[in-house]
């Protein structure tokens, strides 16, 4: 059974830095990764989709890097701006490919 | 603009009372789900539907019910709501399955059964 983690589970950083939020799963029998950005009582917004024959996407100040054979995906937010505060999700489309399996999150914080 | 719509946002109701969360889409997507998303449980998936007239059961079905009989909506159905089902509901839509294109959700329903 596919497992998704996501380390740290929580961050707080001074507005500027640069960070990496960090995804693992247990199989890699996966179709595609997506990251998602989740707003307190607000839907999930897409940020990057990587397809399983990709190695990385790039949005704006966001990229995201895909090792399928290590089980590893890493979403890296340049420059962190107060706006960029929201629970960040990745999640795998498994081989059978009919839903999504979603990590633990990280609830990230920028500070003033 | 591109979205997926629920209805309602948040709903209050009373066990045994049987409600129906509507879902619906304007991008022409073949594939919707339904996922739950409950504290230290993440976000499960309940139903999918691949197209019109085709569902299936996801993790978690026990208690719900859906139907697909327009490309662009997919209902989630509680026929007899209990406590346990309190929950925050995301509908989710994307062109084809198999995670090649890119997936959307909806903004969530807030249920709380009483």
């Known amino acids: 059974k596919q497992e998704v983690t996501q380390i740290p589970a929580a961050l707080s950083v001074p507005e500027g830095e640069n960070l990496v939020l960090n995804c693992s799963f247990t199989?890699?029998?996966?179709?595609?990764l997506q990251w998602f950005r989740q707003d307190p009582g607000k839907g999930l917004t897409s940020l990057l989709l990587i397809q399983s024959s990709q190695r990385e996407q790039t949005s704006g100040r966001l990229n995201a890097s895909l090792d399928k054979s290590s089980g590893r995906s890493t979403l890296y937010i340049a420059a962190s701006q107060p706006g960029d505060s929201a629970t960040y999700l990745c999640?795998?489309?498994?081989?059978?490919?009919?839903?999504?399996?979603f990590g633990t999150g990280t609830q990230l914080k920028v500070e003033l | 603009e591109a979205q997926v719509t629920q209805n309602p946002r948040y709903l209050i109701t009373v066990t045994g009372k049987k409600l129906t969360v509507t879902c619906s889409q304007n991008m022409n997507h073949e594939y919707m789900s339904w996922y739950r998303q409950d504290p230290g449980l993440g976000l499960r998936q309940i139903y999918y539907?691949?197209?019109?007239?085709?569902?299936d059961k996801g993790d978690v079905p026990e208690g719900y019910k859906v139907s697909r009989k327009e490309k662009r909506n997919f209902p989630l159905i509680l026929e007899s709501p209990s406590p346990n089902q309190t929950s925050l509901y995301f509908c989710?839509?994307?062109?084809?399955?198999?995670?090649?294109?890119?997936?959307?959700f909806g903004q969530g329903t807030r249920l709380t059964v009483v």
């Open positions: 199989d890699s029998a996966i179709y595609n």
């Open positions: 989710a839509s994307s062109y084809r399955p198999r995670g090649n294109t890119e997936a959307f």
């Open positions: 999640a795998v489309y498994e081989g059978g490919g009919n839903k999504l399996t």
């Open positions: 539907s691949m197209n019109v007239e085709v569902t």
